[in-house]
């Protein structure tokens, strides 16, 4: 059989924690960076459907296609260490400190992924500064600022959105992850992770990575965005939503009621 129960699931969560944690600063960097790449991608790919059909349903159908390549190549998206590394900590395999430098290490080579590829689409996109506008162009800058001083011009309230909205986005980035172990064949694992990540593109949840990416590429295209509309407005919140939505949503309750302790 190739479907995995639940119970082994969360033992392979918590096998996967340790080993990331294990892993040192070159491969969380490297495997970091590739997948900011990668996920830019996949985003630019989503973007370029939405305005060549003008469906953005069609975008977030064909956008799984990114964190495909990422799982399946063993690489590294802070998002998801997000859920593992936590119940590796709650299983006491790894300390804290392990924890959180690989967190911080993977989220920089994210980081570093992300802006390589964005200034890379852009000197494609604009043929190296002699095109000023494509409708790609156009619906990046607009997404840029939507996710930044469009939560601005609310205020609290925007900051309470776009937190909560980065929460939904993780349950369903790390049921992504999950669910890939839940099968063990190639086909199973794509179309297991393929729901959960459709789901939370499609209705415009915000994820840290993707916005490492989709900010700063409408920034280099001339969006309405200071860096610091980005980090504050965006990056900064987004990014302790997906770990609270991560942690709490998928590691630690999928832990909580399926985790069984060796006789």
């Given at each position: ?33 590739l ?33 495909v390549?990422?799982?399946l ?26 924890m ?84 063990t ?33 409408g ?43 060796d006789?």
């Amino acid at each position: 059989m190739s479907y995995v129960k639940p119970d082994a699931v969360v033992n392979q969560m918590i096998a996967a924690g340790t080993y990331k944690a294990s892993l040192g600063a070159k491969d969380l960097l490297v495997r970091g960076a590739l997948s900011g790449a990668l996920l830019g991608v996949a985003t630019t790919l989503a973007i370029t459907a939405a305005t060549q059909t003008h469906i953005p349903l069609v975008g977030a159908i064909i956008f799984p296609v990114g964190f495909v390549m990422i799982v399946l190549l063993g690489l590294e998206l802070v998002t998801g260490s997000f859920a593992l590394l936590p119940v590796a900590f709650a299983q006491k395999k790894i300390g804290f400190s392990k924890m959180m430098l690989n967190w911080t290490l993977v989220f920089g080579g994210n980081l570093i992924g992300s802006l390589l590829y964005a200034v890379l689409f852009a000197i494609v996109t604009t043929k190296f500064g002699n095109v000023d506008s494509t409708p790609v162009i156009e619906l990046i800058k607009k997404i840029a600022e939507a996710k930044t001083i469009g939560y601005a011009h609310l205020g609290g309230d925007g900051l309470i959105t776009v937190f909560t909205k980065a929460m939904l986005c993780n349950w369903m980035v790390t049921l992504g992850v999950v669910m890939a172990l839940t099968s063990t064949t190639t086909i199973g694992k794509i179309f297991a992770m393929w729901l959960p990540i459709l789901t939370f593109f499609a209705q415009g949840f915000e994820h840290a990575v993707v916005n490492m990416f989709v900010i700063p590429a409408g920034m280099i295209f001339g969006a309405n965005v200071s860096f610091s509309d980005w980090w504050l407005w965006n990056e900064i919140p987004v990014t302790l939503g997906n770990i609270f939505g991560g942690m709490l949503f998928t590691g630690l309750a999928l832990y909580i009621t399926h985790h069984k302790e060796d006789e």
